[in-house]
C-alpha cells in the first residue's frame, strides 16, 4: 500500500523541466508534457517518432466512435456497443535526417538534452544537440495549441549544425493513429495541396465524424508535396551551412466537426484555409504572446502560492495548469475525462467525478465553466432517459461513463448499479446555486434535470417486505468493493437529498411560472410528487446513534474482516492480483463511501459522528481510487489529524509527476488533481460550501511557511493567505460579502485578519 | 406463467409419431426425433436437408473446441475461452433427386407423410409419396445408431415408383457442419476412396481431436466416389422401373477420438476399414435386431408403466429412452449435457445437474453407469484444483459448466459464485454409497474428491467480523435471482453436510489403509481438519424456530416483495423482457433453494418445517428452471397436496414433447427429462434415499388407475406397483431387503403388499 515516489524531473514553481532524456520514462513523459486547450490534447510525444513504446496520441473533445464488436451476454439494461475517445490526427509528425540518418532518440547519440513545458504559455519546448560523426546539430523543437483560438497549433523547428549537412525535414498531418495500439478508427476521405500549403480531411469509421486539418510552413525553402495513406506532408530538402540557424514554423488549423456528417468537405475546406490565411499571417510569436495573456489571467485569478515546499508547490501549479488546459468552459458539450486529452486509458469518458471532484475548482474560479459543465448533462438528458428506459424505469438515470450522453460503460456491474452519477447531478447543481446564486440556471435547466433523476429514484428503488422503508437494493456505492449490496447508505442518503432538494426548490419557486412548466412539460403529477414526498420520508439510513456509526450497507458490520496491513504491496492492485470475486467479500473498502457523503454535505453531520466514522472507515480503506486519499486528508483537517492530513495530501498534488500509480503512461489523473486542488482549498483552508454560508477555517500544514489561494464566491472575488502568525482574507470585490470563518458568521468588506 | 402445450405428436405407448410433415414445428422435430447412443448424438434432421431453418447437428461425446475470442474484461478467476460440443461430422447426409428434381420438404408435393421413433429398437423412419407431375414416389428412410457396437450407424432408403423414373441419390460424410449458425470447427484432412467404400478424416480447429468415418452402400447399382470440400460421396444414378423398389443401405462407422492427436490417418484408417467390414456384414437387420434386444433389456428393468393416462405412458417412456440413448455409463469421459447430443445450447455442458438430478436415475437402474458419472468427477479432480487456484483458494472447485474438466462458463456470477457443483459432487458420493453400498469407490476415489472440496469449501468460506460463524460471503445458491448474497443457506447448509460426511468418513474408516494414503497424497494435516471441524461446527445457518423457515439468505425475508401472479406472462422468460439488474432485486425465485437442500437430505427436517418453508417460498418460486416443478411436486406429494402435486407434474414428462417452455427446437431437455423420473418415483412413489434405510410410500394420483416402476437397491432387484387400492413390493432377487416403508421398517424377502 506503501506508495512511492519517482521522480525525475526538475522541481521548478512555473513549469516542468527534463533534463537529460530518460529513455525508460518516456511514455510517462508523453503523458505528462501533454499539450491540450479542451478542443483538443496531444501527448508530449516526439514529433519526429521514437523506437521505444510510445502512444502517439492526439485527441479532439467529442469525437469518438463505437466498439466494433458487441459486448457479449448483454442481456438487457447491459450496454451492447461501447464508445471511445479516438485517436486522431497527429498534426505534430514530422520525419527528420540529416545526412541520410534518420533522427531517433531510442538511438541517435545526443547531449545537452532539456525539454520544458511552461506554465505560463502552455509552449513545450524541447532541446539537444546531435552528434552525428564529426557533425554537432543543435535542434530545438516548440510547439503549443492556442488557448484563445482553439482550432490552430503551432510548431517550430530550429536547427543548426557546426558543420554542412544535408537535411531532409517533413512536415506531415497523418490520420494514420492506432487507437489501443490495434485498429485505426479513420478512413481518409481527401487530400489537399494548393499555395504551398496542404490539408487532409478524414472521417471517423461509425459515428462519422469530420476532422479536417490544414497546414502551413513558413521557410524561404522551396518544399514539395508529398500524400500519405492517410494524410499528407510538405518535405524540404536543403544543406545547412556551418554555423547556419535554419528555422521553420508551421501553423496548423484542425477542424473537429462532432455533427461533420451534415458538413460537405468543400466548406471545412474553404473554412479551413480562411482560418489559416488568419492563424500564419498571426504566426508563433503572436499567438504565442495570446497565450501568455491568457495564462497570466488565469494566475492572476486561480494561483495557489505555496511557501516552504518547492515541490508542492510544482505540484498543485501543475495540477491548476492542466485541470485549465483540459476544461474551461469552451464549449458545453465538452466534459472532462478521466485522462483528459492526455491518454486512452477510461475511453476519454467522463465519470460522476465531473460533478464531485471537479466542479468544486471551476465553481470556485471560473463558474461559468461550472454551468458548462452541467449544461453538458442537460444536454445528455434525453440520452439520460433512454438509459432509464433500458432500466426498466422512467426519468433519468446518468450514464457512469460517457463522452456524448449515452452509457459507455459495458460492465453491468458498474453502469447498471451505480447511482453516483445521477445523484452527483444533483449535487452539482445544488452546489452551483449555493456558491454561485444563479437560480435562473436551477429553473431554466436544473429541475428539469432533478425532477426526471428523483423519478428515476422512485422507480429504482424499492419497499422493503413489510413497506416500512424505501431504499435502493442492489447496488454498488463509491465504494466499488461492494455489489449488489441492499441499502448502501451513501446511495440511500443521496437519494434522499435529491428528493428533499426537488421538494425544496418546488415549495421555494412554485410561483414561478418555470416551474409550473417543466412539471407539464415532464408530466409529473401530484400522486407522483406525494410518491417522492414518501420515499424521502421512509428512507432508511442505517446509522447507529449510540456508536455515531452509519453502516456502509446492509450486513457490512458483519463482513469478514481483512486487515489491510496484511496485504503484501505485490498485490496492489487487486484487481490484477485477486480472484474477481474475492475484492467483494470483505470490510475492506476501496474509497470513501460513508465518508463521502459526510464530505459533500459536511454542515449536517457533527464532528462526533464525523470522527467516529473517520475512526471506523479510514483503516479499512485501501484508497484504490486516485481520488480516495484527498477526502481523508479533509477529514483529517477538520478532525484535528495534521499529521494523518499531511500524509494524505503527500502524493495528492504529485500524483503523476511522481508516477505514484505506476500508471501515469497511460495519461493524467486529471480527476484527482482536482482532488488535489480541493485537499488544500477545503482541507487546508477548511472551506465547506454546503451549508448555508460559505465557512472557512484556514490552517497551515507544518512543512509550510505560508499558503494563499483565490475564491470567487457569489460574485466576490476572495484570496485568503495563510502562515504562522494565522489568515488573512481579503475581498477583492467592492461589495461586502458575509461569511462563516472560524465558526462565526463575519461580514468582510475589505479584509479579515485571524491572529495575524 | 401459464404454461401451454403445443401438441402435434400421436400418442402412443411405445414410440414418438408425427402424421402428416408440420412445417412450422420442423426445427422441435429435429429435437425430437433425436438418435443417440452416448458416444454421439444426430438430430433428427433429414437427409436430404430442407429449405427451412434447420439445426443439421451431430456430436460426439467429449469432441469440443474452445471460442475464437477471448472473453472482454477477463478479470482473475474468470474464464478467458469457453469451450463447447463441436458440430461435427454429417454422415446421414444424402442428395435425392427424380427427373432432375431435387427433394425438398419445404416445397415438394407430399402425401402420406409419417415420421416415427420407435422406443424398442431406436429406428427413425420416415415415409411419404412425393407427387412429381404423374408419378408417384414411396420414399422411406431408416436410420439409427448401435447401442451395442457405438461406433456403428445404419441407414436405409427404400424408393418405389409408379412410373419410370431417372434417379440421382448420393450419400454424404460431410464435415461442413455450421456451430452456432456460424462457424466450423473442423479442417479436412485427408479423403480416401477403396473397394467402393470412402472415408474421410477431420480434426478439430484447436483441440486437434480427430474424426474418421467411414461407409459403405449396399446397392447392386455402380456408384461413383466424389469428393466435397469436408468430405466424401458415393453417388448412384440409375432408373426406376414402375412397380420396382431399390433399396440401399449405408453402414457408417465413425471413430471420435478424443485425443486424436496422438493418432495417425493411417491407423485410423486400418481400424475404420476393418471395422466398417464387419458391420457392413452384419448388416442393417442384424445390427436393428442387436437394438431391439438391448432396448427389451432396458425396458425389463427401467419401465414406469401408467394405467390411465396414455400421455404420461409417453412421455416418461421418452424420457427414460432418451435418458439412456444419452447416457448409459458406456466411457467415464462422458457426462450428460444439459441438452444431451441433441443441440448447441448450453455448448454441450454438464452442469449440476448431473449428479444432482440424473444420477438418481442410474442409481436405481445402472449403478454402474452413476459410478461412471462420478469418475468423470474424479477424472476432473486436477482440473477441480487448478480451478480452485485462479479463485484464490486451494482444494478443488468443480466448474459450473463443463465438456473437458475445465471451466467452461464465462459469466464469472455464475462460475465464481455458484459452489453446488462442488457440494453435488460430494452428494452424489454420498448418495451412490447409500443406495449401492459401495464403500469402495468411496475409499478408492470418492475420499480423495470429497476432502478436496472440502478444503476448497475451508477456504472460499470466511469467518464473520466476530469470528462468531462461518459461511459463504458473494455466492450465488441454486435460485440464480439472487447474485452476490452472504450466508445463502442452500451453499452453508450442503458445505457443513460435506464437512461432516468427510469427517464421518475418516472417523469410519480411519483404519483402512487407503484413508491414511489419502491424506498423505493430499497433504492434509491435522491442523486442516481441526479447522473444517470448526468451520462445520459454526456453520451459520440462518433457521427461525418460531417460524420452521429457513431464510434463503442473509436479508432475504425484508426484500422487496414481487408478486409473481402479476407479472404479465409475455415478460416471460425474464432474462428476455427484465433489465438485467432488476431480476436479482426482490424475493421472487428462480427454482428452489431452501426447498432444494430440504429435498437432498429430506431425512433431516420433519414435515411441519417443509410445509412451513413450501408454503413460504413456492408462491415466490417463478419455476425459470424446467427442473423446478419437479421438485416442488415431490414436495406436494409429501405434504398431503395431491392437486399441486398434479400440476407440477402436469408438463414434467412432455416438457418437450409438448414444448412447454417454446425452445426444445434448440435441443432436448435432458436434465429436466431425469427430474420427471424423479417426479414419479420421489415423488408419487414417496421413495426417500437420504435416510439411515431406503424409505418408500407410494400414493396414486387421482388421474391414473394404476403405475409401476423398478429400483435396483444395494443389489436387490425392486418393483413397486400402485394402484387404488393400495401398493405391492416385489423383490424380484433371491434375497431379503429391509425398507422403511409408509414410515415402519419392513424386511422384504418376496413381496409387501399394503391395503392391497
Known amino acids: 500500500m506503501e506508495k512511492i515516489a519517482q521522480k525525475y524531473l526538475e522541481t521548478e514553481p512555473w513549469g516542468i523541466i527534463e533534463r537529460g532524456f530518460h529513455k525508460e520514462r518516456s511514455l510517462v513523459s508523453e503523458s505528462l508534457f501533454s499539450s491540450s486547450n479542451e478542443y483538443a490534447g496531444v501527448r508530449g510525444y516526439f514529433e519526429e517518432g521514437i523506437s521505444l513504446p510510445s502512444l502517439r496520441g492526439s485527441y479532439f473533445n467529442g469525437i469518438y466512435d463505437y466498439a466494433k464488436e458487441d459486448t457479449p451476454n448483454a442481456y438487457l439494461g447491459i450496454v451492447k456497443r461501447t464508445h471511445f475517445m479516438v485517436n486522431a490526427m497527429d498534426y505534430f509528425k514530422i520525419f527528420l535526417s540529416v545526412n541520410g540518418v534518420k533522427l531517433d532518440l531510442a538511438s541517435s547519440e545526443i547531449s545537452d538534452f532539456i525539454r520544458k513545458m511552461d506554465f505560463k504559455t502552455g509552449e513545450l519546448t524541447r532541446r539537444f544537440v546531435w552528434h552525428l560523426g564529426e557533425s554537432e546539430i543543435k535542434l530545438t523543437f516548440s510547439r503549443f495549441l492556442s488557448m484563445t483560438e482553439c482550432h490552430r497549433a503551432y510548431q517550430k523547428i530550429e ?245 456524448n450522453g449515452k452509457e459507455g460503460c459495458n460492465l453491468w456491474q458498474h453502469a447498471s448499479l451505480q447511482f453516483q452519477p445521477s445523484t452527483g447531478v444533483v449535487y452539482g447543481i445544488y452546489h452551483y446555486e449555493k456558491v454561485t446564486g444563479d437560480h435562473d440556471f436551477v429553473l431554466d435547466y436544473g429541475l428539469e434535470m432533478i425532477l426526471e433523476i428523483a423519478r428515476f429514484l422512485l422507480e429504482r428503488g424499492q419497499w422493503n417486505a413489510d413497506r416500512s422503508h424505501f431504499g435502493f437494493y442492489g447496488v454498488m456505492g463509491p465504494d466499488e468493493f461492494k455489489m449488489m449490496v441492499n441499502h448502501n447508505t451513501y446511495t440511500n442518503y443521496m437519494a434522499k437529498k435529491t428528493f428533499q432538494y426537488a421538494r425544496e426548490l418546488l415549495e421555494k419557486y412554485q410561483k414561478d411560472p418555470r416551474t409550473s412548466r417543466v412539471l407539464a412539460k415532464i408530466k409529473m403529477s401530484k400522486d407522483e410528487l406525494k410518491r417522492i414526498r414518501e420515499a424521502e420520508e421512509k428512507m432508511f439510513i442505517l446509522y447507529n446513534p449510540k456508536t455515531k456509526l452509519f453502516e456502509e450497507n446492509e450486513g457490512f458490520f458483519g463482513l469478514p474482516h481483512i486487515d489491510i496491513d496484511k496485504i503484501p504491496t505485490i498485490e496492489f492492485p487487486l484487481y490484477s492480483h485477486w480472484s474477481y470475486d474475492r475484492i467483494y467479500r470483505g470490510d475492506m473498502i476501496k474509497q470513501p463511501d460513508v465518508l463521502m457523503f459526510m464530505f459533500l454535505h459536511s454542515a449536517a453531520f457533527t464532528k462526533e459522528q464525523k470522527l467516529a466514522n473517520y475512526d471506523f472507515y479510514e483503516p479499512r480503506c485501501i484508497h484504490e481510487s486516485s481520488l480516495s486519499p484527498s477526502i481523508h486528508s479533509i477529514f483529517a483537517c477538520e478532525l484535528g489529524k495534521p499529521k494523518e492530513a499531511l500524509s494524505f495530501f503527500a502524493f495528492a498534488t504529485r500524483m503523476d509527476l511522481d508516477d505514484y500509480n505506476r500508471n501515469t503512461a497511460e495519461g493524467l489523473h486529471m480527476t484527482s488533481i482536482a482532488a488535489a486542488w480541493m485537499n488544500i482549498v477545503y482541507g487546508f483552508g477548511g472551506l465547506r460550501s454546503d451549508g448555508d454560508c460559505l465557512s472557512i477555517n484556514p490552517q497551515l500544514p507544518a512543512v509550510w511557511k505560508s499558503y494563499s489561494f483565490h475564491i470567487l464566491y457569489q460574485g466576490n472575488r476572495l484570496k485568503v493567505e495563510v502562515d504562522k502568525k494565522g489568515f488573512l482574507i481579503i475581498n477583492q470585490t467592492r461589495r461586502s460579502v458575509v461569511l462563516s470563518v472560524a465558526g462565526k458568521k463575519r461580514k468582510i468588506i475589505r479584509s479579515l485578519s485571524f491572529g495575524k
Open 159 to 403: 536547427i543548426e549544425s557546426n558543420d554542412s549537412a544535408e537535411v531532409t525535414l517533413s512536415f506531415y498531418l497523418d490520420g494514420n493513429m492506432i487507437q489501443w495500439g490495434r485498429d485505426v478508427y479513420f478512413t481518409n476521405l481527401r487530400k489537399e495541396h494548393r499555395n504551398g500549403t496542404a490539408a487532409t480531411f478524414s472521417q471517423t469509421l461509425t459515428t462519422n465524424q469530420k476532422i479536417a486539418s490544414f497546414m502551413a510552413v513558413e521557410t524561404p525553402i522551396q518544399g514539395t508535396y508529398e500524400e500519405l495513406p492517410m494524410g499528407v506532408g510538405l518535405s524540404y530538402d536543403f544543406v545547412i551551412k556551418p554555423g547556419e540557424k535554419v528555422s521553420f514554423r508551421r501553423t496548423i488549423v484542425n477542424l473537429a466537426e462532432r455533427n461533420g456528417i451534415f458538413i460537405s468537405d468543400l466548406s471545412l475546406s474553404e473554412k479551413g484555409n480562411k482560418e489559416l490565411k488568419i492563424a500564419t499571417k498571426n504566426g508563433y510569436d503572436k499567438a504565442l504572446d495570446a497565450n501568455k495573456r491568457y495564462w497570466s489571467e488565469i494566475w492572476k485569478k486561480s494561483d495557489i502560492v505555496i511557501d516552504g515546499d518547492k515541490e508542492d508547490q510544482q505540484g498543485i501549479r501543475f495540477a491548476i495548469f492542466q485541470l485549465e488546459q483540459t476544461y474551461h468552459g469552451f464549449d458545453s458539450r465538452d466534459n472532462i475525462g478521466a485522462k483528459g486529452l492526455t491518454g486512452e486509458a477510461y475511453s476519454g469518458h467522463a465519470f460522476w467525478d465531473s460533478e464531485t471532484y471537479c466542479l468544486p475548482y471551476y465553481l470556485f474560479n471560473n463558474p461559468s465553466a461550472a454551468k458548462d459543465l452541467l449544461m453538458f448533462r442537460y444536454f445528455g438528458l434525453e440520452e439520460a432517459k433512454k438509459r432509464a428506459l433500458m432500466l426498466d424505469c422512467k426519468g433519468a438515470c446518468y450514464p457512469i461513463a460517457t463522452l
